[in-house]
């Protein structure tokens, strides 16, 4: 895409790599994930905005201007979690029966999920655990999603 621009912005979680067309927010990776350049810090504007209220503890308020992407199906999901309110989680099979899906469906679209921390895949778990995050079952992103959710005061 030939006017996207890419940031960083450090974070108590790590630091944040986050991808624009123009003004419009359209990817979010951690360091640790693959395919992040090396780029300059993030600008005053919405996004910055909306993540040092996030990690201050405050209501961040509406998500900066962003592209979901994704299927029909995918941004279902994904409309969902922005209804899950910060400090609360909700299990798969429960998004899943919000939307009228499965279970399995709502995790392959919580993994496919490319505006992780804005759209709160985080907020979704297992029933009886933690469940995934970013596609791992353990290791560090794990560890991320749950230092999230004791941000928000989920856990």
């Given at each position: 895409?030939?006017?996207?621009?890419?940031?960083?912005?450090?974070?108590?979680?790590?630091?944040?790599?986050?991808?624009?067309?123009?003004?419009?927010?359209?990817?979010?990776?951690?360091?640790?994930?693959?395919?992040?350049?090396?780029?300059?810090?993030?600008?005053?504007?919405?996004?910055?905005?909306?993540?040092?209220?996030?990690?201050?503890?405050?209501?961040p308020?509406?998500?900066?201007?962003?592209?979901?992407?994704?299927?029909?199906f995918?941004?279902?999901?994904?409309?969902?979690?922005?209804?899950?309110?910060?400090?609360?989680?909700?299990?798969?099979?429960?998004?899943?029966q919000?939307?009228?899906?499965?279970p399995?469906?709502?995790?392959?679209?919580?993994?496919?999920?490319?505006?992780?921390?804005f759209?709160?895949?985080?907020?979704?778990?297992?029933?009886?655990?933690?469940?995934?995050?970013?596609?791992?079952?353990?290791?560090?992103?794990?560890d991320?999603?749950?230092?999230?959710?004791?941000?928000?005061?989920?856990?």
């Amino acid at each position: 895409m030939p006017d996207e621009q890419r940031h960083f912005f450090d974070s108590p979680a790590g630091r944040i790599h986050l991808r624009f067309d123009g003004e419009i927010l359209i990817g979010v990776d951690f360091e640790d994930s693959t395919g992040v350049a090396d780029c300059p810090p993030l600008p005053p504007g919405d996004a910055r905005r909306w993540l040092e209220a996030y990690f201050a503890g405050r209501d961040p308020g509406p998500l900066p201007r962003h592209e979901m992407g994704g299927s029909e199906f995918q941004r279902r999901v994904w409309t969902e979690m922005l209804r899950i309110p910060r400090g609360q989680t909700l299990s798969y099979g429960e998004l899943a029966q919000r939307i009228g899906s499965a279970p399995r469906a709502v995790g392959q679209a919580c993994k496919r999920n490319h505006l992780p921390l804005f759209i709160p895949c985080h907020r979704v778990v297992a029933a009886s655990s933690l469940g995934g995050y970013s596609g791992a079952r353990g290791g560090h992103k794990l560890d991320r999603k749950r230092w999230l959710l004791h941000h928000e005061g989920a856990v």
